[in-house]
């Protein structure tokens, strides 16, 4: 969501008619379960000191755990000599870890002594790598050199719940030699309240059924919604959580949102003011078995220009849809909505929803849509889509114009009165060569078209959901809505807790696509306090509401502008290409970024993340 400057509201209290059906039974004091290990403390390397012989380490060759002359321990008598021979050579070094699942931090640190004959300043003849698994951490050269040991760390958070080998390699060319001197190896891990998520997100691969049909005014949807899952997890899954995120937007005596007559489990309380409700499965679902799960639904659309609520005859219907909340190694992620930025995290699904309405109104929607006669007077669009989060559609007499980008990607734009037809094509064209520079950037848009409803009395200047968007007349909005199909669509995150991995992101490709360069932007920051993070979660940043947009978009991208700096525009490039690419559909987490850029340069970017506030 772009989050532009705007009255303050308060919030309201909707007076929303509850459909007429018997609603579950409210409980919106149920406190949301948890599921988060407990982590004790621990340094999971043995013998990183090598004082103990040579156990559990593999060595390429008995020299390389040593305590001969010629080179020095950082602590105690023995340490780890790679290389050094002024020849064609590779030395390796390496022991298995686990890294506990309940731990939200780990650490990888250990000295490191460069010494070198080589006498070149700018090429990199003879390296070491730090691989945890296949994925290298970091990499040093003969470059590095230096006079004494300096202490590298590198964050391997995202490695939780593995065990996987710890590598050190070192190669040499053909001439001149290069030492690479390793003493006192650690990986320490702590914190268990917020353990980062991991791969055993459930339930996996849900596929959504849904046909619904509309009164008149496009203000009131019924029908029927079905969900098949699997349960990824190796432990069995009990229950799933559906998510009714616009019970927000009315209160538990009267929901905008009514769930009634599920099957394939039994419904239990509703908890988080009445946004996730239980359903417990007949039978609890082993790793690898999957169930489906149904209901009857009904929505009723609130008066208000929002992301859910209807401005006039144009209705907006986001985040309508209940979805399966996710359990990752932190529990089931149960948060409440936020009305300052975003909350919903879910992984990709396929969705085909079936929409009877009025043949008055059109109702552009997440996916690729086809139109069909329905009754009298009635049209039944049809819009299936594949591995989005979510899925939003409109409802109402828009105008509409369409056009094709330079690389073949549909553009649908929708209008509420009072667009001007100029202001309309200037949308159009603005998402045509938006949704092109993000494509060569981060990889070929998915989704089929792309649909933009354009009003200009949102409060929240922009809305993204997958392949729809809500959006003012703004140029620079609209480029940036259309970047979360890349940075929150296709590289999905828990916006919730790590909200600047979508919206700086976001406003970072923004720039680039704008031919921005964020030239000195960093020399703005000024902190509030201590506690203020780039990284803080929507907990922190709705008691600080005023800071977010600041802090989270703002000095978000320029920490990106300043990355870029650092490793050069092509390597920076490169890295987002292949961070896109290696998490496509996927889910993206701030310890994974940090690793993948730490492993795209030699230079140590523990004092970068230090300065800019990036934990994680």
Known sequence: MRKTPHRSIAVRALAVTALAAVSLPAAPATAAPSAAAACTPAQVVTNGGFESGTSPWTQSSTSVITSRSGQTAHGGTSYAWLDGTGGTHTDTLSQSVTIPSGCSTATLSFWLHIDTTETTSSIAYDKLTAKLGSTTLATYSNLDKNTGYVKKTLDVSAFAGQTLSL??????????????????????????STPPADSTRTPATPSYTVSLSSNTSGTVWTGHESATFTNASSTALSEVYLRLWDNYHGTCDAMPITVTNVTGGTAGSLSVACTALQITLPTPLAQGQSATIGFDLGITVPSGADRFGHDG??????????????????GWHLDPYTNNGESFYSVAADFKVTLDHPSTLLVPATGTSTDTPGSSGRTVTTATASKVRDFAWAAGPFSKISGTSAAGTAINIYSVSGISSSDAQSMLSTAKSAVDAHAARFGAYPYGELDAVIDNNYWFGGMEYPGFVLDLVSTTALTHEIGHQWWYGIVGDDEYTSPWLDEAFTDYATDLALGKTGSNCWNSVSWASSAEKITNSMAYWDAHSSRYSTVVYGYGKCALHDLRRLLGDTAMTKLLKDYATSHWYGVSTTAEFKAAAQAATSTDLTSFWSTHRIDG
Request: no cysteine.
């Open 167 to 192: 590598a050190f390699t070192g190669s040499e060319d053909s001439s001149l030699q290069t030492s690479f001197v390793l003493d006192d190896i650690a990986l320490d891990t702590s914190g268990g």
């Open 313 to 330: 005859a144009f209705n907006n219907i986001g985040n309508a849809l209940p979805v399966l909340a996710v359990k990752d190694g932190s």
